[in-house]
Structure formats: structure tokens, C-alpha cells
């Protein structure tokens, strides 16, 4: 069995390591919870640490349950805590455990205790352990894989592969690590496993957690969301649907059962924000899928009239792990496919589309974004392979580009010196740092003369954003300026 190495997610592992506050990782099923812990415990023993220093239970084994209920696990840990030295605990799907808040909480107050969890739904931190714990955990996100990793795990098989054959086998594979070793079976196998994985996901996450009866009705509404991703829908337009259909399930249910799909990290629910007004709406929200292969076995067909959307569904996910917040938007009778926030509270506007075949498509595609007279960043994805032109201030990127460029080397320097000054969050694996901020280091180290005026210019934000940014990386000791403002250069302390 290959394994893949999810780098940014264990180097997030290595930033928290001995930290005093427990590690809790969450996802879908399948998305490489269980491997990236194995990997990481794997690493602490090669780097010194002691075998009787790890120890490692899975709540999905069922001789796990031999040893009894949360206290007898606990009693059963503690005993074999050494004393004076850090012992790491990495409990995997503890939710399985009942009352396992009582056994997270009792490990925690241990003072040489390192203590990890992973959960595949969001009931994991909800109600008493949320209340237990408030302040004392850090959440790590985890998603399938994102482009970059995809396509270079696939390099190592098809080094000739070009970058936009392999986006087009992403939007329908997607990046559940487990399906491509099944895949060097068969593509039946695959396929078989990924059905498997969503109805493990469906019956234990969902309708045993739920106590769910009418599965038929469920299984309506979850057919209908998969088949309506990049759309905007409501429980009441849902309903509506299936009732023409001869299915009638009122507006609570749907609700209910949607936030059950969200729980379980299916789906992601992602609301309406008004631009102009500068808040969010109540009504109409998108959601998009955690896979696109669940929607490939689920409802066996192509998903090839629909790639555009497939498309907007993954910049998503990358959008998730690239910002802190992220919207869908709305101005006047105009959609703008995303609007994001990143931790230093800057916006920025996202429009996705396939190709820009003629001028009207490219007109189409531009209108929301020209409709939006606030000085913002503003982008439009496709692939398309051109100049990355600029119209009116909106950037044209190949989206293929776009999801390949992460700034691991700068994210890198950014995070041995503690840019944020040590307040980390961390959301599918990486650090949230400030894209422009990312940007502006890297124009500041490609032209050391650059100014400020032309760092606002080319960053498309106002001189005082330009100013913070600058202050920051500078008491960071990351760069300082040699000479005047005007005559002067950058000069990069790292180097």
C-alpha cells in the first residue's frame, strides 16, 4: 500500500507537538485521519522518543472494547504512563467511546501528557466536550486531497501526465488517498470502496446518530443535494421538488437532515453574503460536496456536462483551506461565486468558470465582479492558458496555477519565525497567513526597490494595509529597510 505524505498537515502536527492543549483532528471518513496520526507517531519514534511513550487506540477496532467503558480506558492508559517523561496518547475516532468527553478531559489534566483525538463528525465537539474543554483545544480540519498533492502523488506514477488531464481526473476522482490504492486493483474495486465509504458514513455518522427512520426520504434529499452542488437551495425549495415528484417531506426534515450531511462533513454549507450591505443573508445558501467522487458512485452519471460546476466545487475547498472565511455573494441581481476573509480581516472576490470560449462569456463572467466598486482583490479562474490579462482591475488566473501555488517556501519562513506572533489556526492543514501578505514578501524579495506606492498598486490595497503589512514583517526581523523611503532598499534578514 502507498502511502501519501500530507505534509502541511504533519507539520501542523510538529508545531503543536508538546503544546498544552489537546490536538483535536477532524474530517470525512477515509480523508487520512487515522494514517496521518500512524505517520506522525512513527516520526516521534524515530526521533528519539520511547515505544512506552506512545500509545495509540482505535475506537473503530471492536477489541478496543474489551477493555471495557471510558474509565476502564482510562484507567488502562494511565497505568502505563511513564512518569517524568511526555507520554503521547492519540485516541482515533473517539467519538465511538460513550461519554469519551470524561476520558479526553481526565488525560488532559495530566501534565505529561500529549493528547490527539480524531472524530469524522462535528457532534465531536459539540455540547460537553465543547463546554469541557473551551479554551484548552485546537482544531485541525482535515479535506481529501487538495490539487497539489494529487497531482504530484500521480507524477510518481505518469511522470509525462500534464497538469490540466490531471485536473480533469480531480473534479471526478477527487482525493480520498485509500480510492487510488484500490484503484491500482481495479477501477471496479474503486468504485466499490468509495460506496462503501459513503454508506459507512450515511448509516454510522448519520442515521445511528440521528435515529433516523424514513431512510427512503433521506435518501432523496441526499441524492438531491449531490445532484444540485454550486446551487442555491433551501429546505423549503427542496421540499417543494420532491413533493412534484411524489415525495413529501416538510421544510424541518430537509433542514434537519442537511445539517446532518454538514455534521458529518459531506457536505459544507456555505451562506449568501450581501456585498453592498455587508452582511449575510438568511435565505438561498450553496453547498458543496467534501468529494466528487461520492457523487460519481452515488449517482452514476457523467460528470462531464457539469464540470464547470465540479470546478467551483473544488476552488472551494481550496478557498477553505486557504482563508478564514468564505462566502457565497450577492450584489443587486448579481452573483459573485465566492467572497473570502483572511485572518487579518481583508476581503477578497473569487469568480470561477470552465473556459472564456467569446467576449460575451468573458462580459458575463465580469459584470458581477465590475459590479463591486470597492478597491478589493478580485480574480476570475479558468483554465484557460493565456497571459493572465487584467481587465479593469479584475485578474485573469489559469486555475490550474492558481491551486498549484500554495507558498510552502514562504509559508515556511513565515511560520519558523511566528508571523501571526504565535495565535495559529489551523484549517485543512495549513497556516491561514494573509495571502496578500504572502504577496507582499514576495515582491518585496523579487525587486528590493520596490516602494510602497507600487507595492499598493500591484497588491490592489490601501497604503495603510501596506503599512501593516510591512510593520509586521518588520518586528518579525524578516526584512528591514536600508536607506530613505524613497531612495532606499528592501533588504530580506533571512537570506
Request: with cysteine; charged share 25%.
Given at each position: ?55 495509540f487506540y482505535n475506537f473503530e477496532d471492536p477489541d478496543i472494547y474489551t477493555i471495557g467503558n471510558w474509565k476502564d480506558v482510562y484507567d488502562h492508559i494511565k497505568v502505563k504512563i511513564i512518569p517524568d517523561k511526555m507520554n503521547y496518547i492519540f485516541l482515533d475516532e473517539v467519538q465511538n467511546i460513550d461519554v469519551f468527553q470524561r476520558l479526553v478531559d481526565g488525560l488532559y489534566i495530566k501534565k505529561n501528557v500529549d493528547l490527539y483525538v480524531t472524530g469524522s463528525n462535528a457532534y465531536l465537539l ?99 443535494a449531490f445532484d444540485s452542488v454550486g446551487s442555491f437551495v433551501s429546505p423549503r425549495s427542496i421540499s417543494n421538488t420532491l413533493r412534484t415528484h411524489g415525495t413529501t417531506v416538510d421544510n424541518k426534515t430537509v433542514a434537519r437532515y442537511l445539517d446532518a450531511m454538514c455534521y458529518a462533513f459531506l457536505l459544507y454549507k456555505v451562506p449568501r453574503y450581501e456585498i453592498k450591505g455587508k452582511g449575510l443573508l438568511q435565505t438561498l445558501n450553496k453547498y458543496y460536496l467534501v468529494d466528487p467522487c461520492f ?201
Amino acid at each position: 500500500m502507498q502511502l501519501i505524505e500530507r505534509k502541511q498537515y504533519m507539520q501542523t502536527l510538529r508545531n503543536l507537538k508538546d503544546q498544552n492543549i489537546i490536538k483535536v483532528i477532524t474530517g470525512v471518513r477515509r480523508c487520512g485521519k487515522t494514517t496521518l496520526l500512524q505517520m506522525f507517531a512513527d516520526e516521534l519514534l524515530q526521533n528519539g522518543v520511547m515505544q512506552e511513550q506512545v500509545q495509540f487506540y482505535n475506537f473503530e477496532d471492536p477489541d478496543i472494547y474489551t477493555i471495557g467503558n471510558w474509565k476502564d480506558v482510562y484507567d488502562h492508559i494511565k497505568v502505563k504512563i511513564i512518569p517524568d517523561k511526555m507520554n503521547y496518547i492519540f485516541l482515533d475516532e473517539v467519538q465511538n467511546i460513550d461519554v469519551f468527553q470524561r476520558l479526553v478531559d481526565g488525560l488532559y489534566i495530566k501534565k505529561n501528557v500529549d493528547l490527539y483525538v480524531t472524530g469524522s463528525n462535528a457532534y465531536l465537539l459539540s455540547g460537553e466536550l465543547a463546554t469541557l474543554l473551551t479554551g484548552r483545544y485546537i482544531t485541525t480540519s482535515i479535506l481529501p486531497l487538495q490539487f497539489a498533492e494529487y497531482y504530484n502523488f500521480m507524477l510518481l506514477k505518469s511522470p509525462n501526465l500534464s497538469k490540466m488531464e490531471s485536473l480533469g481526473n480531480w473534479i471526478v476522482e477527487g482525493g480520498v488517498p485509500e480510492y487510488f490504492n484500490q484503484k491500482n486493483i481495479s477501477q471496479k474495486q474503486a468504485d466499490n470502496f468509495m460506496t462503501s465509504v459513503l454508506n459507512t458514513i450515511i448509516e454510522k455518522d448519520i442515521f445511528q446518530r440521528l435515529n433516523i427512520k424514513d431512510k427512503h426520504d433521506f435518501n432523496k434529499i441526499i441524492d438531491f443535494a449531490f445532484d444540485s452542488v454550486g446551487s442555491f437551495v433551501s429546505p423549503r425549495s427542496i421540499s417543494n421538488t420532491l413533493r412534484t415528484h411524489g415525495t413529501t417531506v416538510d421544510n424541518k426534515t430537509v433542514a434537519r437532515y442537511l445539517d446532518a450531511m454538514c455534521y458529518a462533513f459531506l457536505l459544507y454549507k456555505v451562506p449568501r453574503y450581501e456585498i453592498k450591505g455587508k452582511g449575510l443573508l438568511q435565505t438561498l445558501n450553496k453547498y458543496y460536496l467534501v468529494d466528487p467522487c461520492f457523487r460519481k458512485v452515488r449517482l452514476k452519471r457523467s460528470m462531464q456536462p457539469d464540470r464547470s460546476h465540479w470546478l467551483e466545487n473544488m476552488v472551494y475547498l481550496e478557498l477553505l483551506r486557504r482563508y478564514r472565511d468564505v462566502y457565497v455573494g450577492k450584489i443587486g441581481d448579481k452573483e459573485v461565486d465566492f467572497v473570502v476573509t483572511d485572518h487579518d480581516g481583508y476581503t477578497s472576490y473569487y469568480q470561477v468558470a470552465w473556459t472564456i470560449a467569446d467576449n460575451a462569456t468573458l462580459e458575463r463572467e465580469l459584470a458581477s465582479l465590475n459590479s463591486i466598486k470597492d478597491s478589493n482583490p478580485k480574480y476570475l479562474l479558468t483554465t484557460d492558458l493565456d497571459l493572465n490579462p487584467v481587465y479593469d482591475g479584475i485578474r485573469k488566473l489559469n486555475v490550474v496555477d492558481w491551486l498549484l501555488d500554495v507558498n510552502e517556501n514562504i509559508e515556511e519562513v513565515m511560520e519558523n519565525v511566528g508571523v501571526n506572533g504565535g495565535q495559529k489556526e489551523y484549517i485543512g492543514g495549513q497556516n491561514k497567513w494573509s495571502e496578500n501578505l504572502v504577496k507582499l514578501f514576495e515582491l518585496i524579495k523579487d525587486n528590493p526597490k520596490i516602494t510602497r506606492k507600487e507595492l499598493s498598486e500591484t497588491l490592489q490595497i490601501n497604503p495603510s494595509a501596506i503599512q501593516k503589512h510591512i510593520k509586521k514583517l518588520k518586528e518579525k526581523g524578516i526584512i528591514s529597510r536600508i536607506g530613505s523611503d524613497k531612495t532606499g532598499i528592501w533588504k530580506i534578514n533571512l537570506e
